[in-house]
């Protein structure tokens, strides 16, 4: 058996002469077949957002979401596979209410992401399990560090806390926009507003306009405009970002998106299909 996947890729809890997992691999690469999940920690908070193409001009606008909320201060976005991206909301969900149930309080990012990375390292080390394909990136405020948090937990179950990340397809190309701009705003920070638009416009530039089809976004943030609790970034705003994004793309100039008022839509906890 050679080691290019031939005999070591039927059970994840089976490495090849390489030291591949090659189930885990595969669940990688369904991650980056799919839409681009981008994350980004600003001065004011964390924003998340999720550039998904649409498969259809009859399917219905929000719905197949991408972005969940989990708790009061922590929500997550989902690339990948869509059903494996809520079998990860609705774990960490019950995580969440454990937790609190169990301490008194809302749970730490931190553990949060640390219980999510078990329970996803869990189905890569039993043969009668198969990865999630699916990546998680979690915004969360902690309350005892008075900080707003992001994380990203893969398909393999490894997590880290990021400035910035990417995950699904263009990933590379989205963190080195990421990047350039964090070095854009340097020692100023970016706030939360800016990220909007930024993430907004890499989300459109990564996207190969001849090869791929138009994208809906889906943003959510935990920041200081929605008092420290997770919620989901306004259409209005969404479409604004969007729109200026597209200019942007086009060469075109736009008046930025500078009113935050009414950014904040209505927190929502259900999963929606």
Same mark, same amino acid.
């Given at each position: 058996?050679?080691?290019?996947?031939?005999?070591?890729?039927?059970?994840?809890?089976?490495?090849?002469?390489?030291?591949?997992?090659?189930?885990?691999?595969?669940?990688?690469?369904?991650?980056?077949?799919?839409?681009?999940?981008?994350?980004? +920690?600003?001065?004011?908070?964390?924003?998340?957002?999720?550039? +998904?193409?649409?498969?259809?001009?009859?399917? &219905?606008?929000?719905?197949?979401?991408?972005?969940?909320?989990?708790?009061?201060h922590a929500g997550i976005a989902i690339t990948g596979y869509g059903a494996d991206g809520r079998q990860i909301v609705n774990r960490a969900r019950e995580e969440a209410n454990s937790y609190k149930e169990t301490?008194?309080?809302?749970?730490?990012?931190?553990?949060?992401?640390?219980?999510?990375?078990?329970?996803?390292?869990?189905?890569?080390?039993? #043969?009668?399990?198969?990865?999630?394909?699916?990546?998680?990136?979690?915004?969360?405020?902690?309350?005892?560090?008075?900080?707003?948090?992001?994380?990203?937990?893969?398909?393999?179950?490894?997590?880290?806390?990021?400035?910035?990340?990417?995950?699904?397809? #263009?990933?590379?190309?989205? +963190?080195?926009?990421?990047?350039?701009?964090?070095? +854009?705003?340097?020692?100023? #920070?970016?706030?939360c507003l800016q990220a909007v638009t930024e993430l907004a416009r890499i989300l459109q530039v990564i996207r190969d306009e001849t090869r791929e089809k138009p994208l809906e976004l889906e943003m959510g943030w935990?920041?200081?405009?929605?008092?420290?609790?997770?919620?989901?970034?306004?259409?209005?705003?969404?479409?604004?970002?969007?729109?200026?994004?597209?200019?942007?793309?086009?060469?075109?100039?736009?008046?930025? &998106?500078?009113?935050?008022?009414?950014?904040?839509?209505?927190?929502?906890?259900?999963?929606?299909?």
């Amino acid at each position: 058996m050679s080691s290019t996947g031939s005999g070591y890729d039927y059970s994840c809890s089976t490495f090849s002469p390489d030291g591949k997992i090659f189930q885990v691999e595969y669940a990688l690469k369904a991650v980056e077949n799919s839409g681009t999940a981008i994350g980004l +920690k600003c001065l004011d908070g964390v924003v998340v957002a999720v550039g +998904k193409p649409q498969g259809s001009k009859m399917l &219905v606008p929000g719905s197949n979401r991408s972005v969940f909320g989990v708790d009061v201060h922590a929500g997550i976005a989902i690339t990948g596979y869509g059903a494996d991206g809520r079998q990860i909301v609705n774990r960490a969900r019950e995580e969440a209410n454990s937790y609190k149930e169990t301490f008194g309080h809302h749970i730490i990012p931190s553990v949060l992401t640390n219980r999510l990375a078990l329970y996803m390292h869990y189905f890569t080390i039993y #043969g009668s399990l198969r990865p999630f394909g699916a990546t998680a990136l979690l915004a969360a405020y902690d309350n005892d560090m008075k900080s707003a948090e992001l994380y990203m937990v893969e398909p393999s179950g490894a997590a880290c806390r990021y400035l910035g990340c990417a995950a699904g397809k #263009g990933a590379n190309a989205a +963190k080195t926009e990421l990047e350039k701009v964090l070095n +854009k705003y340097g020692t100023l #920070g970016i706030t939360c507003l800016q990220a909007v638009t930024e993430l907004a416009r890499i989300l459109q530039v990564i996207r190969d306009e001849t090869r791929e089809k138009p994208l809906e976004l889906e943003m959510g943030w935990v920041c200081e405009a929605s008092n420290w609790q997770y919620s989901l970034v306004s259409k209005d705003l969404v479409l604004a970002a969007d729109t200026a994004a597209l200019a942007a793309v086009a060469g075109q100039t736009t008046q930025p &998106v500078t009113d935050v008022a009414g950014a904040v839509e209505e927190k929502t906890m259900d999963v929606a299909i």
